[in-house]
């Protein structure tokens, strides 16, 4: 499906000046994208226009009961001045298994893509030449009838927003501490853990406030049955390393049905084999965390997000006792790692799998 853009549903174009400090989730752009579907007509055709507030009855059926999905993805400038996004098909798929789980219609891959490249192409100029910066985009999907019965919708609008995205932590490389929660739960078995849905994160704030009363940046999940096994960290999957040089290994938790598989996630596991570590799924308990950090077997930890990219971890506070991993510094796989996905979001690293799709 092709985008198009009515006369008079966009505004004169302006120039646009980059976002110098941007910080993150508030620099947006000057456009979005926006279209609806209907079971009579199916998806209209998508328009972009500017970026406007919302006009909704308060009936609205998502805001009710929660039928919202969404996505999160990057534009980055490359370093011949050229946009790529990264992995915008992976991004498109994981949309409509989060939409199927929802009893939401399927945004068609393409139209999920060429919204992409339309709103990117328009508003790049307010990205600014600094690689620490990029666009985050934001592709929305929700419930829009105004009608309260208990059912799916039967109007569905999908957006697409984005921002200029400084660091999530910050502009430089520093670990963060992390909080264990024992008393709540991310997700369940059989729930909506694996897809990305408004309701998934709004039940974590309680969590992650309890962590930063804790003096913590981050909570740290435990599995929802045994409050056993290590999960995510935040909206991030997680990673441990074992060992030290050419002979690390690499493990993050196994997709359980109540953990997201993340794209970066997908990308580390790649980029680590590349780089000649060993790199696998594997169960790890809490207490296994914290007595191989003791052993000196787990030397380094992080969390990886496409907002985060890769952040480590230094410190863990428990109930059972608080310890640290490593020297509490970055480690060095952690920070090559970190690198070499940040090479490839800007071009210059090799990308055999085609991940950078090029905005022309």
């Not at 507030?53 to 370093?79: D, I």
């Not at 009893?103 to 790049?124: C, K, N, R």
Request: charged share 20%; glycine share 10%; hydrophobic share 40%.
């Amino acid at each position: 499906m092709t985008l198009t853009a009515p006369e008079g549903s966009v505004a004169p174009p302006v120039a646009q000046q980059p976002a110098r400090r941007p910080g993150h989730g508030d620099a947006f752009t000057a456009h979005m994208v926006a279209t609806d579907w209907t079971a009579s007509r199916g998806w209209a055709t998508p328009e972009l226009q500017p970026l406007e507030n919302l006009s909704l009855h308060p009936g609205t059926l998502g805001l009710h009961y929660a039928q919202v999905v969404f996505e999160g993805l990057k534009a980055h400038r490359r370093v011949d001045g050229g946009m790529s996004v990264f992995r915008p098909w992976d991004h498109a798929r994981r949309f409509r298994r989060s939409a199927r789980r929802l009893a939401m219609p399927e945004l068609p891959e393409e139209l999920f893509v060429s919204s992409i490249e339309q709103l990117v192409s328009t508003d790049e100029g307010m990205l600014s030449d600094d690689p620490s910066h990029s666009i985050y985009l934001r592709p929305l999907m929700f419930g829009a009838d105004a009608n309260l019965m208990l059912r799916p919708s039967e109007h569905y609008r999908y957006l697409l927003m984005a921002f200029v995205a400084g660091g999530f932590f910050g502009q430089d490389v520093e670990t963060v501490s992390v909080w264990v929660s024992h008393e709540h739960s991310r997700a369940i078995p059989g729930g909506t853990g694996n897809v990305k849905c408004a309701g998934n994160y709004a039940g974590s704030f309680v969590a992650q406030r309890a962590a930063q009363e804790a003096g913590c940046q981050q909570v740290v999940w435990l599995d929802p049955v045994e409050r056993r096994w290590v999960e995510e960290m935040g909206g991030m999957n997680m990673f441990f390393v074992r060992g030290s040089g050419p002979g690390a290994e690499i493990v993050t938790p196994q997709l359980s049905g109540s953990l997201l598989p993340g794209v970066t996630r997908d990308t580390l596991l790649a980029l680590a084999e590349r780089a000649g570590y060993t790199a696998r799924e594997e169960r790890i308990s809490l207490d296994q965390w914290r007595d191989e950090c003791a052993r000196g077997v787990i030397t380094e930890v992080f969390a990886s997000g496409t907002a985060a990219v890769v952040t480590p971890v230094g410190e863990v506070r428990d109930e059972g006792g608080d310890w640290v991993i490593g020297d509490g510094r970055p480690g060095p796989v952690t920070l090559q790692l970190r690198q070499q996905l940040v090479d490839l979001h800007h071009g210059t690293l090799a990308d055999p799998d085609g991940w950078l799709h090029r905005i022309s």
